[in-house]
Nanobody, 124 residues
Framework: QVQLVESGGGSVQTGGSLRLSCTAN??????MGWFRQAPGKEREAVAA????????FYADSVKGRFTISRDLDKNTIFLQMNNLTPEDTAVYYC???????????????????WGQGTQVTVAS
């Protein structure tokens, strides 16, 4: 069972920045991603990355503001979030997929394991 531990959430003002981290307890995961869920809304994709080659994928709503990256030596991915708005307020979840298979990187159903989530709150 893959365990994912997130950190880095918090509260910021509009226009501020936060950096989320997610560390996995195993190597060579095929896909890792960040999703978010606001109260009363469905969980939605934010960004994803294939840790090996470093291919990154972004939801349209965060392109140009968020950057996903990875540190292979530490089994960790990061989400740098800039120019945050109140619409970014949500619980952010890290997710992973171990088995190599061509899947939709920004789909909830593509992932096998989930972290516990970290709250991000952006005040107006």
């Amino acid at each position: 069972q893959v365990q994912l531990v997130e950190s880095g959430g918090g509260s910021v003002q509009t226009g501020g920045s936060l950096r989320l981290s997610c560390t996995a307890n195993r190597f060579n995961l095929y896909l890792m991603g960040w999703f978010r869920q606001a109260p009363g809304k469905e969980r939605e994709a934010v960004a994803a990355i294939q840790p090996g080659p470093g291919y990154a994928f972004y939801a349209d709503s965060v392109k140009g503001r968020f950057t996903i990256s990875r540190d292979l030596d530490k089994n960790t991915i990061f989400l740098q979030m800039n120019n945050l708005t109140p619409e970014d307020t949500a619980v952010y979840y890290c997710a992973s997929r171990g088995r190599m298979k061509r899947v939709e990187a920004l789909s909830v159903s593509s992932y096998d394991n989930w972290g516990q989530g970290t709250q991000v709150t952006v005040a107006s």
